[in-house]
Nanobody, 118 residues
């Protein structure tokens, strides 16, 4: 059983900042990618940012230069610092942990709401 617990969502004005956190616990092992996805009403879930197994960061074009992903491997925790937030960033943000290769697994968090509105 693997659990991903997210925190840090909320309501913020345009131009503001939020920091999301996600901590994984349970039966998983080895190296893995951790990342953030989001889903706005009526839209498909999309990648926001991911930290790969070898600690490389990848961002969607819509958040490049505004969001920063980081990870504490020892704490099994990933963070998403979101700056210069826009109304179009409003969505439910989901944490993801994924390992590919011979031993594979993928788990999702329950999601945390981010609302950007004045």
């Amino acid at each position: 059983q693997v659990q991903l617990v997210e925190s840090g969502g909320g309501l913020v004005q345009p131009g503001g900042s939020l920091r999301l956190s996600c901590t994984a616990s349970g039966d998983f092992f080895g190296t893995y990618a951790m990342g953030w996805y989001r889903q706005a009403p009526g839209k498909q879930r999309e990648l926001v940012a991911v930290r790969s197994r070898d600690e490389k960061s990848e961002y969607s074009d819509s958040v490049k230069g505004r969001f920063t992903i980081s990870r504490d491997y020892l704490k099994s925790t990933v963070y998403l610092q979101m700056n210069s937030l826009k109304p179009e960033d409003t969505a439910v943000y989901y944490c993801n942990i994924k390992r590919t290769g011979t031993v594979r697994y993928e788990y999702w968090g329950q999601g945390t709401q981010v609302t950007v509105s004045s």
